[in-house]
């Protein structure tokens, strides 16, 4: 039977099952090493696999970033860890400029297996500087691949294949989910062995009829709050799909649920104004204006910066409440 763990368990088997597989997997970042990770997610691993696997950075992430990706152009497949995704405007220009184009200008020849991964979210009363969800910036570039799990599982199988891949690949973690726990397969009880979740297939987290919340990270525990409201309290069956991967992105599975139910409201924790949401909304628009029964809705955080107050933060983020509401108008 699968067991039980939490995200950051699941996590960490992950990084400890890819260190294991290949000897060109490290792990850089601040305090991963003997402090075992700011949020304890490579706990144990640097006893295990030593400093020459598990590597503490300087307070720099445009230096350890750019190392990372140089590193990765000759063989090395780095595993950075960003505090917050935050910092990693710091290493703009690294993770941007150089990572994203690289294999493209180099005409195939020159890959950039680097995975950057670290807490994106608000509600954790960290302030304005530490609250970012940057994932619709890294999307907009080509030769990024943009990951956001919200389930032990995915963030398993996700990041085993995140650092298999020959891409530059922006892990997208949130801390509130950390210590969330689910079922988890251990890799006796797999096929093969282990856990690999490709990158760019989305899963529906719960199967409806009446409307589709879509959904990637923590939003789609909120999206998963408000089906069981609006089934138990409307009869109204909801359909929760999970991107996981935001790019390279499931269409497929999107456009599927859409046309089952014929209404959409896209869920996220990410800023309105050119966020993940505007860009769903328009491929669903496009792709399937004649299937629709109403309008394709839009719930996203508050467009200001996170508050530092923990009561007035959580009013700048979706509630399964908001979710209820504003599918309600849509019937």
């Given at each position: ?147 956001s799990p919200s389930h032990p599982i995915d963030a398993k199988g996700l990041l085993k294949s995140a650092i298999r891949d020959n891409d530059p690949v922006y892990f997208m973690e949130s801390t509130v989910l950390y210590g969330t726990k689910g079922l988890v397969p ?146």
């Amino acid at each position: 039977m699968p067991r039980e763990i939490t995200y950051r368990e699941a996590l960490k088997e992950a990084l400890d099952e890819e260190l294991a597989h290949d000897e060109n997997v490290v792990i850089i970042g601040e305090e991963v090493a003997e402090y075992n990770g700011a949020y304890k997610v490579t706990e144990g691993l640097w006893k295990k696999w030593g400093s020459k696997r598990l590597i503490d950075a300087p307070i720099s992430e445009a230096g350890f970033i750019g190392i990372g990706i140089g590193a990765s152009m000759l063989g090395v497949r780095p595993v950075m860890e960003l505090m917050f995704y935050s910092f990693a405007y710091v290493a703009f220009d690294q993770m941007m400029n150089n990572a994203a184009a690289v294999r493209y200008m180099s005409g195939g020849l020159i890959h950039c297996p680097i995975v950057v991964r670290g807490p994106a979210n608000g509600g954790t009363n960290v302030g304005a500087t530490h609250s970012h969800t940057p994932e619709n910036i890294f999307a907009n570039m080509p030769g990024l691949k943009v990951v956001s799990p919200s389930h032990p599982i995915d963030a398993k199988g996700l990041l085993k294949s995140a650092i298999r891949d020959n891409d530059p690949v922006y892990f997208m973690e949130s801390t509130v989910l950390y210590g969330t726990k689910g079922l988890v397969p251990a890799n006796e009880e797999l096929e093969g062995g282990e856990l690999l979740i490709p990158l760019g297939k989305a899963d529906v987290k719960r199967e409806g009829t009446d409307i589709s919340l879509i959904a990637h990270g923590r939003a789609v525990l909120t999206c998963l709050a408000a089906a069981e409201i609006l089934e138990s309290q409307h009869q109204i069956s909801a359909e929760v799909v999970d991107l996981r991967s935001i790019r390279p992105l499931d269409e497929e599975t999107i456009m599927a649920s859409v046309r089952k139910t014929h209404r959409a409201i896209y869920v996220e924790e990410n800023k309105p104004f050119c966020g993940i949401g505007a860009q769903i909304s328009s491929m669903i628009m496009e792709q399937a204006f004649d299937d629709l029964d109403a309008p394709v809705l839009r719930i996203a955080s508050a467009d200001a910066p996170a508050i530092y107050s923990p009561p007035l933060e959580k009013m700048q983020l979706p509630v399964p409440e908001e979710v209820v509401a504003r599918a309600l108008t849509l019937f």
